[in-house]
Antibody, heavy 120, light 110 residues
């Protein structure tokens, strides 16, 4: 079971970034995927969740309006797009799998993280 | 929603026990038995240690235990070992498919 994310990105302020998370080793549509970010030297911040089966999403209020999570069931890949980037969005972005099928009580498998750097 | 409150740092000597607290509100920690704890070593992905307040994840040492009272959850590590030195984060379900993390606690093994 693993989640493999896309590579590091450098973006200008105001731009958008799209990070991918490819799942393998389990039934892709049976487990929710969360996105979590961590700014340099800071703590973990939950961003949102996607149900890869039905495609339904819930976003943290802080990001609503500029975050979009999608999935491609043909490639078992989840995407997280964040727009209107500022320097405060510089962080490592990680996907994480919900521990139980079609439910959630914790995040048991994590991607390796994708560093997104936003320059002025 | 504000992050859950954790002490910035704790420390202990090898063999000792330490406890890390995680304080939320009646809307998150106090309402759901869906508190989890994660260990993160520098430059590494978080590792699930405890879920549903007190259940150990597969392969996690029984030196790690979790509990909850009211709006505060706790992680206890007994028999401290050098390898336990890491950052620890609590996380709680906050309703309506939302989740909250704590600010993190740096554990130093003296």
């Amino acid at each position: 079971v693993q989640l493999v994310q896309s590579g590091a990105e450098v973006k200008k302020s105001g731009a958008s970034v799209k990070v991918s998370c490819k799942a393998s080793g389990y039934s892709f549509t049976s487990y929710y995927i969360h996105w979590v970010r961590q700014a340099p030297g800071q703590g973990l911040e939950w961003m949102g969740i996607i149900n890869p089966g039905a495609g339904g999403t819930t976003y943290a209020q802080k990001f609503q309006g500029r975050i979009t999570m999608t999935r491609d069931t043909s490639t078992s890949t989840v995407f997280m797009e964040l727009s209107s980037l500022t320097s405060e969005d510089t962080a490592v972005y990680s996907c994480a799998r919900g521990r139980v099928e079609m439910g959630d009580d914790a995040f048991d498998v994590w991607g390796q993280g994708t560093m997104v750097t936003v320059s002025p | 929603q504000s992050a859950l409150t954790q002490p910035a740092s704790v420390s202990g000597s090898p063999g000792q026990s330490i406890t890390i607290s995680c304080t939320g509100t009646s809307s998150d920690v106090g309402s759901y038995n869906l508190v989890s704890w994660y260990q993160q070593h520098p430059g590494k992905a978080p590792k699930l240690m405890i879920y549903e307040v007190s259940k150990r994840s597969s392969g996690v040492s029984n030196r790690f235990s979790g509990s909850k009272s009211g709006n505060t959850a706790s992680l206890t590590i007994s028999g401290l070992q050098a390898e336990d030195e890491a950052d620890y984060y609590c996380c709680s379900y906050a309703g309506s498919s939302n989740w909250l993390f704590g600010g993190g606690t740096k554990l130093t093994v003296l």
